[in-house]
């Protein structure tokens, strides 16, 4: 019985061994080659310890005590092992996994070889590691990691799909984000921001000769094309200028669409309005980058062109709106 589940591999030398039969007072022994430290040494069947003989040079081994008459000396020298291109074949007729000289590994393929997209990331070092899959001699996708990020990348158009308990929750292509199966480009998410904006009171014509903030604050957070923006101003003067109010500063440019998106806006400390308005209202204004003020409650909305604020007034705002 042969030991082996399909074709057997063709037996591949890892050693050879030389015999001799000594003379008397015999210490130097020629053998076929080795290679040193690759060896041992046995006389008449007890191994030798290193210090009994001495093989440096290749071929000799030479005894520290002389032999005695038909002392039998074997030597079997071991062929060292070399990387510079190894194969494992799954059934002797085809390349299952090729190891070359660089470290690089093949699976399927002969000639495996490294991605040189990032000249700064080497395998096995601190800057990060590679892998890579082939596809019929084809890079289909890598992952590159270093200490502080993991880059996913594939071709064009190869999706990443992430299966829990064989039902895909996301899938990530070129455009974007898809959640629970569904592959429209249209329902992807492509961006998700965070950070904070500078919101200043302004007019339509011409902005105040005078005036000044004790705070200005104000912060957003972007999905996809939606844009949600909150902030908090307080003036501790203002006056002059002409137009309507607004307020300015909108971290991106309001989508120019007709539809109205509405904001919510609390405001108190001392002014004054027209059109028997009780309050501040306000809507982010199409492909720009501010909310128009109009006036609210007991008069018709208008745009505020007839607004006097005092000193320590605020104005609290939020509202979303499309870009």
Known sequence: MSGYIGTQPVPQATQTRDSFTATSGQTSFATGGYTPNFL????????????????????DVVLASGASTGDILEVVAFTTFNSAS?????????????????ENVGIGTASPTAFSGYTNVAANNSSGSMFELMVGGTRTANIQTSSSLMNIQTRTNIPIAFDINSSEKMRLTSDG????????????LNDYEEGTWTPTFARSSSNPTSGGYTTQLGTYTKIGNTVFVACQMNMSSWGG??????VEGLPFLVRNINAISQTVISDYGNYSLSNSSTGLG????PNSTYVALFGKGGGTASSVNNFSPASNFYVFLSGTYSV
């Open 40 to 59: 041992d040494v046995y006389l008449n069947g007890v191994k030798l310890a290193a210090a009994d003989y001495t093989a440096t040079n290749g071929s």
């Open 241 to 246: 200028g002409a137009g309507w109010y607004q």
């Open 86 to 102: 190894s194969s494992i074949d799954d059934n002797g007729n085809a390349t299952a996994i090729t190891i070359d000289s660089s």
């Open 177 to 188: 984000l898809t959640f629970n199966g569904d592959t429209a480009a249209a329902n992807a």
């Open 282 to 285: 306000g809507y982010f204004s």
